[in-house]
T-cell receptor
Framework: GNSVTQMEGPVTLSEEAFLTINCTYT??????LFWYVQYPGEGLQLLLK?????DKGSNKGFEATYRKETTSFHLEKGSVQVSDSAVYFC????????????FGRGTSLIVHP | EPEVTQTPSHQVTQMGQEVILRCVPI?????FYWYRQILGQKVEFLVS????????KSEIFDDQFSVERPDGSNFTLKIRSTKLEDSAMYFC?????????????FGQGTRLTVV
């Protein structure tokens, strides 16, 4: 079946540090891949997406590249801010049939000033 | 920008009581979903709804759960007899048909506390 595996958190960084949150997936066919973000007390917001191999999704300084050969979609940001503190969820959406997003466990990011 | 809205934001209920969680999806979307997130755990799929019927459901979505689209705008999740373990954040989401890149838009969630 389809699944998403994320690195365990929390990830604790100082402001302006480089961020990587690893995500790998298992899926049949060619899923679309997403990163969602959940700020404290809020719902899930789409951060970025990629729909095919080698696509790079980017938004707000974050980026992730769809790597089919390694079945990965790692999230990166060159310089994190305190306001980036949130929980980040990697997700996939399979092709064919219904379009049900499958989420990873989420990775908590804490950024200190 | 269109958004998914959920009410109430927080619901406290006694064990064994029925609760109805309400959602207004984005108006031109056709696929609707409910997910839940137990505190500190992953976001779990409950059910998807399309063309006025359940299209898929997870093993979590047992006979205690039901969904309904009573009119053209609302999408509800009913839990008939709540248990302590139903305490979670419940998210409604919707998406439009079309290519596989169409993401699901999520509401702010309803925090359900069963006491």
């Amino acid at each position: 079946g389809n699944s998403v595996t994320q690195m365990e958190g929390p990830v604790t960084l100082s402001e302006e540090a480089f961020l990587t949150i690893n995500c790998t997936y298992t899926a049949t066919g060619y899923p679309s891949l997403f990163w969602y973000v959940q700020y404290p007390g809020e719902g899930l917001q789409l951060l970025l997406k990629a729909t095919k191999a080698d696509d790079k999704g980017s938004n707000k300084g974050f980026e992730a590249t769809y790597r089919k050969e390694t079945t990965s979609f790692h999230l990166e940001k060159g310089s994190v801010q305190v306001s980036d503190s949130a929980v980040y969820f990697c997700a996939l959406k399979r092709t064919g049939g219904s379009y049900i997003p499958t989420f990873g466990r989420g990775t908590s990011l804490i950024v200190h000033p | 920008e269109p958004e998914v809205t959920q009410t109430p934001s927080h619901q406290v209920t006694q064990m064994g009581q029925e609760v109805i969680l309400r959602c207004v999806p984005i108006s031109n979307h056709l696929y609707f979903y409910w997910y839940r997130q137990i505190l500190g755990q992953k976001v779990e799929f409950l059910v998807s709804f399309y063309n006025n019927e359940i299209s898929e459901k997870s093993e979590i979505f047992d006979d205690q759960f039901s969904v309904e689209r009573p009119d053209g705008s609302n999408f509800t999740l009913k839990i008939r007899s709540t248990k302590l373990e139903d305490s979670a954040m419940y998210f409604c989401a919707s998406s439009s048909p079309g290519d596989r890149g169409n993401e699901a838009f999520f509401g702010q969630g309803t925090r359900l506390t069963v006491v």
